[in-house]
C-alpha cells in the first residue's frame, strides 16, 4: 500500500524557520495536502495543491514540492504553532488516499 | 459557513454494528466528494474511505483495513453522508471525522469497541 513519510518530530526556538517534509512516490504527480492540528480539536488546512493557502491561515506557513518530497514551510514559527502537522495525498491510480505519520512541531 | 457534524458513536461490542452519520451544510454536498478519516487514541490521521459525486458515479473507495466491513454512502437530498461499519474490532476504536474533499472537517465522533 502507499505510503508518505514525515520525520516523528521537528523542534525549532520562536522566530526560526520551521520545515517540515513528506515523502512519497506518486507526489510528483499528485498534489500534498497539509494539515495542523491541536490537542483535542479537530485538523485544520494550511496548505492545498501543494503550496496554495486557505484565507485565514497567516502568510508564514508555505508549502512545496519538488520531485518525490513535499515540504511544508513555517517561516518565523510562534510558540501558537506547536502542532502535529500531517500531509495528505494520493495513490498514483488516484483510488486510495493516504495520511503521512504525523511530525510534532515543538516551538520552544 | 460550512458545517459538518458527525454522529452516532458509541459503545459497541466486538462483531457489532455501527452506523455514523455526517450532517453537511453551507456548501454544495452533492457535488462534493465525502470521506472518512479516523484516529485511534494517541494515534496519527488514517484514511478510511471516500465517496465520489453522483456526477462521478458515487462509487467508492476504502483502506485496506476496513475494506469488506465499512460501506460509505450518502444521501444528497439530505446532504447525508453515512459510514456503515460492521464486524467491528477493538482496533477501530478512535475518533471518526467527516473530511469534505479536502478542506472542511467534522468535530468527530468517538467509536469504542470493547467488551
Known amino acids: 500500500s502507499y505510503e508518505l513519510t514525515q520525520p516523528p518530530s521537528v523542534s525549532v526556538s520562536p522566530g526560526q524557520t520551521a520545515r517540515i517534509s513528506c515523502s512519497g512516490d506518486a507526489l510528483p504527480k499528485r498534489y500534498a495536502y497539509w494539515y495542523q492540528q491541536k490537542s483535542g480539536q479537530a485538523p485544520v488546512l494550511v496548505i492545498y495543491?501543494?503550496?496554495k493557502r486557505p484565507s485565514g491561515i497567516p502568510e508564514r506557513f508555505s508549502g512545496s514540492s519538488s520531485g518525490t518530497m513535499a515540504t511544508l514551510t513555517i517561516s518565523g514559527a510562534q510558540v501558537e504553532d506547536e502542532a502535529d502537522y500531517y500531509c495528505?495525498?494520493?495513490?498514483?491510480?488516484?483510488?486510495?488516499?493516504?495520511f503521512g505519520g504525523g511530525t510534532k512541531l515543538t516551538v520552544l | 459557513e460550512v458545517q459538518l457534524v458527525e454522529s452516532g458513536g458509541g459503545l459497541v461490542k466486538p462483531g457489532g454494528s455501527l452506523r455514523l452519520s455526517c450532517a453537511a451544510s453551507g456548501f454544495t454536498f452533492s457535488n462534493t466528494y465525502m470521506n472518512w478519516v479516523r484516529q485511534a487514541p494517541g494515534r496519527g490521521l488514517e484514511w478510511v474511505g471516500h465517496i465520489k459525486s453522483k456526477a462521478d458515479g458515487e462509487t467508492t473507495d476504502y483502506a485496506a483495513p476496513v475494506k469488506g466491513r465499512f460501506t460509505i454512502s450518502r444521501d444528497d437530498s439530505k446532504n447525508m453522508l453515512y459510514l456503515q461499519m460492521n464486524s467491528l474490532k477493538s482496533e477501530d476504536t478512535a475518533v471518526y471525522y467527516c473530511?469534505?474533499?479536502?478542506?472542511?472537517w467534522g468535530q468527530g465522533t468517538l467509536v469504542t469497541v470493547s467488551s
Open positions: 495528505y495525498s494520493t495513490d498514483s491510480s488516484d483510488d486510495q488516499r493516504v
Open positions: 473530511l469534505s474533499s479536502f478542506d472542511f
Open positions: 495543491e501543494d503550496n
